[in-house]
């Protein structure tokens, strides 16, 4: 058994729809073609009894009224039977004439409608005859009129234009549903061909900007991102392993001359494994940062706790450890004497991990007699800290690369001095991920400043 896919849903639903029209439409014509008939039909019975009772009143016609016989009345009525056959070459098939006295008994009729036939149209009229007093003209009409007949071949021709209308709308909904999916199928035959090697390929957009425009639109953008998000991580991967293969190198270096020289030498002995304790910290420390930057681009757990801390205790604990990282560099930093809380909506050890980066950075790369001041405001329901150094700045060239993985400046590409190069990657996640964000405004040999924007607690 075949699956429906979605072409044929939509054929389905295009020929469902055109035939519900399509029922939709005769249905109301034959109501109100039915309805106009069944009125003309009614006009037409009233018309026509008037002309019989304009003829049954003449007095030439007054012998077949008092016309000699056993009636079905009384009095006058019981020896006189009216007769109305002359009136019968003018019915119509299904209808009947008939004469009625007071009492609703028959006197005459004329017709072959019946009386055991469904009456479905009636047209009466009272008169006085003589002998017969008070009667009434009845004319009814079972169905079978030239009228009621024209109306149930409309109905029959209505209905077979619904089985055509049914055959043309399953046809009309696989051609539209084809030609309307036809651009869908070329997209997935070109995402089909797109791999992991070839990311730069890119859907062919329709002219019509229209909802297929967009959603080739939307797949280009995503695309796009994935390419972009590929690229990043082959540069990570290789600098991650750039960064630990150089300790590494330099471990079993040193490893060689102790197996060489080290039983022989306490001073080899001794410098090689000073050599492998700086190295072995240098990896320690590159793949706690690696374990912190993959931490960060988490989401963060839907769990309530207490997820805030206070900036100036995290400040006041920081800025004193900093004093040896170069202490020719001076540190401007007033706090308030208010002593109230600045509640940040990002846990302690968070904070303190991005403001050590920006202050220990500020604080490296500025040369002796410099200064950097740090300073916090609250504006529009943000805490505001900026870091600003009178150090060696970042050429425009440079800064749109700053929060990249493991880049370096071209004033620290020492290993003594420029660290792995993630600790401004490191800050801009955290940031990101508490709903914060970090500008960072440069300018060459004048110094640079760091804005991080913390959402108040």
Same mark, same amino acid.
């Given at each position: 058994?075949?699956?429906?896919?979605?072409?044929?849903?939509?054929?389905?639903?295009?020929? *469902?729809?055109?035939?519900?029209?399509?029922?939709?439409? #005769?249905?109301?014509?034959?109501?109100?073609?039915?309805?106009?008939?069944?009125?003309?039909?009614?006009?037409?019975?009233?018309?026509?009894?008037?002309?019989?009772?304009?003829?049954?009143?003449?007095?030439?016609?007054?012998?077949?009224?008092?016309?000699?016989?056993?009636?079905?009345?009384?009095?006058?009525?019981?020896?006189?039977?009216?007769?109305?056959? @002359?009136?019968?070459?003018?019915?119509?098939?299904?209808?009947?004439?008939?004469?009625?006295?007071?009492?609703?008994?028959?006197?005459?009729?004329?017709?072959?409608?019946?009386?055991?036939?469904?009456?479905?149209?009636?047209?009466?009229?009272?008169?006085?005859?003589?002998?017969?007093?008070?009667?009434?003209?009845?004319?009814?009409?079972?169905?079978?009129?030239?009228?009621?007949?024209?109306?149930?071949?409309?109905?029959?021709?209505?209905?077979?234009?619904?089985?055509?209308?049914?055959?043309?709308?399953?046809?009309?909904?696989?051609?539209?549903?084809?030609?309307?999916?036809?651009?869908?199928?070329?997209?997935?035959?070109?995402?089909?061909?797109?791999?992991?090697?070839?990311?730069?390929?890119?859907?062919?957009?329709?002219?019509?900007?229209?909802?297929?425009?967009?959603?080739?639109?939307?797949?280009?953008?995503?695309?796009?991102?994935? @390419?972009? @998000?590929?690229?990043?991580?082959?540069?990570?991967?290789?600098?991650?392993?750039?960064?630990?293969?150089?300790?590494?190198?330099?471990?079993?270096?040193?490893?060689?001359?102790?197996?060489?020289?080290?039983?022989?030498?306490?001073?080899?002995?001794?410098? %090689?494994?000073?050599?492998?304790?700086?190295?072995?910290?240098?990896?320690?420390?590159?793949?706690?940062?690696?374990?912190?930057?993959? /931490?960060?681009?988490?989401?963060?757990?839907?769990?309530?706790?207490?997820?805030?801390?206070?900036?100036?205790?995290?400040?006041?604990?920081?800025?004193?450890?900093?004093?040896?990282?170069?202490?020719?560099?001076?540190?401007?930093?007033? /706090?308030?004497?208010?002593?109230?809380?600045?509640?940040?909506?990002?846990?302690?050890?968070?904070?303190?991990?991005?403001?050590?980066?920006?202050?220990?950075?500020?604080?490296?790369?500025?040369?002796?007699?410099?200064?950097?001041? *740090?300073?916090?405001?609250?504006?529009?329901?943000?805490?505001?800290?900026?870091?600003?150094?009178?150090?060696?700045?970042? %050429? #425009?060239?440079? *800064?749109?690369?700053?929060?990249?993985?493991?880049?370096?400046?071209?004033? @620290?590409?020492?290993?003594?001095?420029?660290?792995?190069? *993630?600790?401004?990657?490191?800050?801009?996640?955290?940031? /990101?991920?508490?709903?914060?964000?970090?500008?960072?405004?440069?300018?060459?040999?004048?110094?640079?400043?760091?804005?991080?924007?913390?959402?108040?607690?």
């Amino acid at each position: 058994m075949k699956t429906w896919t979605f072409s044929r849903k939509v054929s389905a639903s295009i020929a *469902l729809a055109s035939l519900m029209v399509a029922i939709v439409l #005769s249905g109301f014509v034959y109501i109100m073609f039915s309805q106009w008939t069944e009125g003309q039909e009614v006009n037409l019975l009233e018309a026509k009894l008037r002309q019989f009772e304009l003829q049954i009143g003449e007095v030439s016609f007054l012998p077949s009224l008092l016309k000699p016989g056993i009636g079905k009345g009384s009095g006058a009525a019981a020896v006189l039977k009216p007769d109305l056959s @002359s009136f019968a070459a003018d019915l119509d098939k299904g209808q009947r004439l008939q004469m009625l006295d007071s009492k609703e008994r028959v006197l005459a009729e004329a017709g072959i409608g019946g009386v055991d036939k469904e009456v479905r149209y009636k047209a009466e009229s009272d008169m006085d005859l003589p002998a017969y007093g008070s009667v009434k003209l009845r004319l009814t009409d079972s169905g079978y009129s030239r009228t009621a007949t024209a109306v149930r071949e409309v109905g029959r021709i209505l209905l077979f234009g619904l089985l055509i209308a049914a055959g043309i709308a399953v046809v009309a909904g696989w051609l539209v549903a084809r030609s309307a999916l036809k651009p869908i199928r070329s997209m997935i035959g070109e995402v089909q061909s797109i791999g992991a090697n070839n990311l730069s390929r890119r859907l062919q957009l329709p002219a019509a900007r229209d909802e297929l425009y967009e959603l080739g639109a939307t797949f280009n953008g995503l695309m796009h991102k994935l @390419s972009v @998000s590929f690229d990043q991580q082959r540069r990570f991967v290789a600098d991650a392993s750039h960064e630990l293969k150089t300790p590494l190198a330099i471990i079993e270096g040193h490893t060689h001359m102790m197996q060489r020289w080290g039983k022989k030498s306490p001073d080899v002995l001794e410098e %090689s494994l000073a050599f492998m304790m700086d190295e072995t910290r240098r990896m320690k420390e590159l793949i706690a940062q690696l374990l912190l930057l993959a /931490e960060t681009e988490e989401p963060l757990p839907d769990v309530a706790g207490d997820g805030g801390c206070d900036l100036k205790a995290t400040l006041n604990e920081l800025l004193p450890q900093t004093v040896h990282v170069n202490p020719e560099v001076k540190l401007c930093y007033e /706090e308030e004497r208010s002593g109230e809380a600045l509640l940040i909506r990002m846990p302690a050890s968070a904070s303190y991990q991005v403001l050590r980066n920006i202050v220990e950075n500020a604080l490296k790369y500025t040369p002796e007699g410099g200064t950097v001041s *740090l300073e916090h405001f609250i504006e529009n329901g943000q805490v505001i800290v900026s870091v600003a150094d009178t150090g060696m700045g970042v %050429s #425009s060239q440079q *800064l749109p690369h700053i929060f990249d993985r493991f880049y370096r400046t071209e004033g @620290s590409r020492n290993r003594t001095q420029g660290g792995s190069g *993630l600790g401004l990657a490191i800050a801009k996640a955290i940031m /990101e991920r508490y709903g914060g964000s970090i500008v960072i405004e440069s300018t060459p040999g004048q110094g640079t400043k760091v804005t991080l924007r913390f959402v108040q607690g």
